[in-house]
């Protein structure tokens, strides 16, 4: 019964439509002097216009109950105009969905296939140190393979994080040329031990960033540097500005990278034949360095020639500055705010 009188309540407009046509029949045939109006006939009528309309209300209401039960076949008829849309709509809605879960399954094994290949990556630093544990080392190797642990956490850290970035940054202005001295810092026992020069040329520059992030990209790039560097090698760190923009270039005359290589080393999980050859990658610091980048609202490029040199390029576009951007909405919202 319930379900019948929801059916009523989705069918009104039959109804409404019924008693206007027959209030109007009625107007008319009392009103017209030349019809001679018969209760008894006009009675007959009424119930038999009555029947037929319950009839049809019962012929929908089966029609719709027979929908309802076959609605998930193909082959179901559609009784209503906007029903032939709202199917549609369902069907995009479904493969909306399949593409959404598609892509976290995606996600998560890429995730997966990350967490594996970062687990192979650690064991190697912790083998050495149980190696140290057994034999006389030098204090210096300890710290390396220290500094080599923590890099990989600080990369999986931040990888954990690219998805919730909104939720951990500010802009504000920072001294790219502190910065850039700060990382190095942080690598001086790399360049020593592979006895590689650094060429510094960095004026003081300001740029709007978040100095935590920022800082972990300059070091992704500085640690690609130095890891496909021969000894003897030679590292340039300079700034450059345009009209447009301001640039850090770090530039190094490693093994380089094959051209086809190229247009690829920023994808996911991509470590390309020098990843293969000289040491194991993941494939995620170049990733995580241009996908930060981009939230920032800079850019990475890179140019190279194989085993001749590569050159990585921050992009820090003047016009499209997040700091001033931000600045910009902030001063316009509270011009508009009422006092």
């Known amino acids: 019964m319930k379900k019948f009188l929801l059916f009523l309540k989705f069918e009104k407009s039959y109804l409404f439509l019924y008693i206007i046509s027959n209030i109007i029949l009625v107007t008319l045939l009392t009103t017209d002097p030349s019809i001679s109006f018969r209760w008894d006939t006009f009675t007959y009528a009424f119930a038999l216009n009555i029947f037929i309309f319950i009839a049809f209300l019962l012929y929908r209401f089966q ?26 709509y369902i069907e995009e809605l479904k493969r909306n969905h399949i593409r959404t879960i598609n892509d976290v399954q995606a996600k998560q094994k890429e995730y997966h296939d990350y967490i594996v290949s970062w687990f192979h990556e650690i064991k190697t630093p912790i083998s050495v140190l ?11 190797s300890l710290i390396e393979e220290i500094t080599k642990i923590e890099q990989y956490v600080d990369q999986a850290l931040y990888y954990a994080k ?5 939720q951990d940054y500010e802009i ?4 790219l040329d502190r910065l850039v001295k700060d990382t190095l810092k942080t690598h001086s026992k790399a360049f020593f031990a592979k006895k590689i ?10 740029i709007q960033s978040d100095s935590k992030w920022l800082q972990f990209i300059l070091n992704q790039l500085i640690t690609n540097s130095l890891k496909y560097s021969n000894e003897n090698g030679e590292i340039a760190i300079s700034t450059n500005e345009t009209q447009q923009e301001k640039l850090l270039i770090i530039e190094d005359n490693g093994v380089g990278i094959k051209q086809e290589d190229l247009p690829r080393i920023f994808n996911r999980g991509f470590t390309g034949t020098n990843g293969r050859i000289f040491t194991k990658s993941t494939g995620m610091g170049l990733y995580l360095a241009q996908e930060l980048s981009n939230k920032l609202g800079h850019f990475i490029t890179c140019t190279s020639e194989e085993n001749i040199y590569t050159q990585f390029v921050i992009h820090f576009p003047k016009n499209i500055d997040p700091f001033w951007s931000t600045k ?12």
């Not at 109950?65 to 549609?88: A, M, P």
């Not at 504000?172 to 001294?175: I, S, V």
């Not at 020069?197 to 300001?206: A, G």
């Open 130 to 140: 149980r190696l140290m544990q057994q034999t006389d080392f030098e204090p210096k």
């Open 63 to 88: 029609k719709n109950s027979q929908t309802i039960r076959h609605i998930d076949e193909e082959d179901y008829e559609n009784l209503s105009f906007e029903g032939v849309y709202y199917e549609k």
């Open 172 to 175: 504000k202005n920072c001294n």
């Open 328 to 339: 910009k909405n902030s001063l316009a919202h509270n011009k508009g705010a009422p006092f």
């Open 197 to 206: 020069r650094l060429n510094l040329s960095i004026e003081p520059t300001i």
């Open 162 to 166: 690219l998805d919730n970035f909104n």
